[in-house]
């Protein structure tokens, strides 16, 4: 079934959870599709799962906009949500719009993600006015990182906690169609909840919210460098990968790969041409 902004609202009203994962490429977003997850995202923590940064803050338009288009080929069902980059959408309300446009233009992207509350309102308005569905992101929002002082759980004091519902309303009424809940208190992320009637996203926000999204390298177990504690690692395919790998360079030394069915064959006339 074709997922849209409509399932996510519906979803929420009919008290069904909604399943999110990340992808990058291809391949993977065929795999994840085919899984039956609601929603895809082009995140931009491909900065560290992809490129291998210590944050997100160097993904470019450029890069989502590639990934975008690879997920978008993969995916027939999901509904496809791009990342919009940092520094994208904070420069003035016209760039935002313009950036969105792309994302959806020559990415494909049937939704963007902008993080922040209040400060970002004005532009998640402007987005959704051109007619292109937003999804918003509070909390433990990883493009703010040094003003945090690194990746840290908020809203764990009352004034936190009472800003991000007030986020939460005010992005609801700027028009987003739902928003992640990162990295905050479990009974926080249940009042944000309950205090908009758009789908809530958890991640690292426990089981109160609406949905859930992870990082798919973090729930398949390919990504090593730290495991968040909210992370659950339905395989390790980092161990399973790596087994195969190692047979076949083994198999190569020894000589054992290829074998006949993996090769192609001359008729031997042409071939004795050849001597
Ligand atoms: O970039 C990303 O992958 C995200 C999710 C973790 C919500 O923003």
New binding site residues.
């Given amino acids: 079934m074709k997922n849209t902004v409509l399932t996510f609202k519906q979803a929420k009203s009919e008290g069904k959870k909604l399943s999110m994962l990340?992808a990058y490429d291809y391949s993977m977003a065929k795999i994840i599709d085919e899984s039956n997850v609601n929603g895809i995202?082009i995140?931009?923590?491909l900065g560290m799962v992809v490129k291998g940064e210590e944050d997100?803050l160097s993904v470019t338009m450029e890069e989502i906009i590639y990934h975008t288009k690879a997920v978008k080929r993969g995916a027939k069902n999901s509904l496809i949500v791009s990342?919009m980059p940092f520094l994208s959408y904070h420069v003035s309300i016209e760039q935002a719009v313009s950036n969105a446009g792309r994302l959806v233009k020559e990415g494909g992207a049937s939704a963007v993600?902008l993080e922040g509350g209040v400060n970002i309102a004005a532009q998640v308005k402007a987005i959704v006015d051109a007619q292109i569905p937003v999804m918003g992101?509070i909390g433990l929002t990883?493009q703010s990182v040094n003003t945090f002082g690194g990746f840290k759980v908020q809203g764990k004091s009352k004034s936190a906690a009472k800003k991000l519902i007030e986020d939460a309303v005010l992005l609801e009424k700027a028009g987003v169609f739902s928003i992640?809940l990162?990295g905050i208190p479990e009974k926080v992320a249940e009042l944000i909840t309950s205090s908009v009637s758009i789908p809530t996203i958890g991640?690292g926000a426990g089981k109160y919210c609406d949905g859930q999204?992870l990082?798919y390298q973090d729930m398949l177990g390919m990504f090593s460098d730290f495991i968040p504690k909210f992370v659950k690692q339905y395989a390790n395919l980092g161990m399973i990968m790596k087994e195969a790998i190692g047979s076949y360079v083994k198999e190569v030394q020894e000589g054992a790969f290829p074998e006949e069915k993996h090769t192609f064959k001359i008729d031997e006339s042409e071939l004795q041409k050849l001597y």
């Fill in positions: 990340t995202l995140g931009d923590s997100t990342d993600k992101h990883p992640v990162e991640i999204i990082v």
